[in-house]
């Protein structure tokens, strides 16, 4: 047996171990047993670094041996003599020195997101089995662009897709889901293809009237989803398909701008507005919902902005809602969205939902069982207690939380990110849509409806807006995910550790004493709101001092000692980012925080702006609740030092 297919093997091995198991629960035990977990990380210190290389190594001898197994009749390219000449040699010592600056540069200017000083951005450690694969991958340079471009990366990334589909509740069967270069394009993705269908029964009025009949404008622009879908599958073998298509919002049939509002929270990921400029929709046709004082989505406000646009009779292109948002990782009320387009679509009025779960999608794998199946909220939070050991007192999750990610499958389509909590190398995103029968609407090219009507082999790249793609990264998700399954036993677990740290830091942060800095004026943590998912945002506020402006300038000066911004990132003692929240943004949603944090009314209306702290709990390495009291009383401890520094 060759060693690839040996260390394949292996892993698959690892992999049924892994899925079968069942830890059991230990009351009261603070870490969680799973040294199954710690086998796929490299370490603060590199503790798997043996196994790391001995697999690195394999992967990469087996590519030479696939090589020399290619014809091995043929000469070899290169000779011998070739390579013992000294200009090969100087060659080989030039790239050593220029290899060793390229190590240079990158450890001066890189992040230390493996160590758990490190509280900030989207990143962590990244699991093992992602890193391979894809410098496995990597090697055979694969482009899933065309299925010929790279047969194996392109199945791969077709499995993962419906792997994907599984997790967030849809039908494997009926889904799609491809990979995108990250949570931006997955969101492009589905806006274009929500756009695309918006103004497809218009297309079919244009050309096909009688498929249409009796259906005013008004009516076909709020036509339901599932039936544009319906629509579109009946014209989809008709030799005016191509005309039709020539006739929505690709071609010249529609104006982009009277195709409705998009509808976003106030929470959105910026790459919502990227979007809406692209596809021609315009920023003046963004409507930004605002936030709870939970930063979840108001629905009650998305409601009445709902009806006020169906009073004027303008169409809505879209509802977003998002699960975890990027600044404050919030769980929009998802189920509430569905029950409110059921609402509307009783009146007859329809809209493409989109959830942006670029962040928050594998949580949903904390939800499903080994076999596959949705928990009842009992049985996750008993999981939560029992298996990954969160607090009683976190009540983790939140029935909000639960019922959010019960009604995903609801919606038309999800981004999901491989690169943030999936915790493989990016560049790695995905949307995955509940209807295939959607892909329909995306192209001009002939050869698609060949492809669709033969069965044949898939090219990915028909379907999606960029052209060449890393086949690597198909196969890091891939091997990611056979080693780590999408539920309870698998991705759960990780993410059970970040959700338990996230809520221990929450609580340490609400509960600390107040401490006094070595200036001797005393200062504490004021957390932003009890976590959804694992982020949390918080201050430093000193005790007594009344003003905002003054607390954000320290939490600025803070900020600027603890990231990139000053000195050297290796000598850093904590890292972490930032956000600001402003009313153009938020309105007045920050304001019950400042009111947590002590201060008046009046100080929002001077200063409408707080900074806060905000701290991605990524890391694998603090479930331990020993070990994270710890580190709690060190962060206290840095955190005295900074604040002297930055003279508080
Ligand atoms: C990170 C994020 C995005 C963008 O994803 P990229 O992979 O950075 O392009 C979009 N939406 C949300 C909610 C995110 O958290």
Known sequence: ?????????????????????????????????????DAFFLGTKGETGDFFLDMLNTMMKEHITWRQSFHPEDPQAISDKNLAAPEATDARKKLKEVLSTLSTRLQKGSNPWFSPRYLGHMSADLLVPGVIGYMAAMLYNS??????????????????????????????????????????????????????????????????????????????????????????????????????????????????????KLLVPQSRHYSWDKAADVFGIGSENIIAVPVDKNYRMDIEALDRTIAGLVKKKIPILAVVSVLGSTEEGAVDETHRIVALREKYARRGIGFYYHIDAAYGGYVRSMFIDGSGAFMSLAQVRKTARERYHIS?????????????????????????????????????GAVVFKDKRILAVQTFHAAYVQDLRAQAPVSIGHYVLEGSKPGAAAAAAWTAHQVLPLNMDGYGRLLGRTIKTANMLYEAMAKAEPFQAQNGRTYKFVPLVKPDLNMVDYVLKEVGNPGLEAMNKLNQAIYDECSYVSGDLMKKDFITSKTVFSPAEYGNTPLDFVRKCGLGDAEWEKTPSVLVLRSTIMTPYLADEAEFASYFDRLVEIMKKVITKVGG
């Open 392 to 428: 009683e007192a976190a009540t983790w999750p939140q029935a909000s939380v639960y019922d959010a990610y019960k009604a995903v499958p609801e919606a038309d389509s999800v981004t999901i990110d491989c690169h943030k909590l999936g915790y493989i190398p990016y560049p790695a």
């Open 1 to 37: 047996m060759n060693c690839a297919k040996r260390a394949f093997i292996c892993i698959m091995i690892m992999a049924v171990i892994f899925a079968g198991s069942s830890v059991p629960a230990h009351a009261g035990q603070s870490a969680e047993p799973a040294p199954r977990l």
């Open 143 to 260: 482009n899933n662009v065309v299925y010929e471009g790279g047969p194996a990366t392109t199945e791969m990334e077709l499995e993962v897709g419906l792997q994907l589909a599984r997790l967030l509740g849809y039908n494997p069967e009926k889904a799609w889901g491809n990979i995108t270069s990250g949570g931006t394009n997955a969101n492009f993705q589905a806006l274009w293809y929500a756009r695309n269908l918006k103004s497809f029964p218009l297309a079919v009025k244009a050309v096909m009237p009688e498929l249409v009949k009796g259906l005013n404008e008004q009516r076909l622009l709020n036509m339901p989803v599932s039936q544009s879908l319906d629509l579109l599958d009946k014209v989809k073998n008709s030799p005016r398909y191509e005309t039709i298509l020539k006739h929505t919002v690709k071609g010249k049939g529609v104006d982009p701008k009277k195709l409705g």
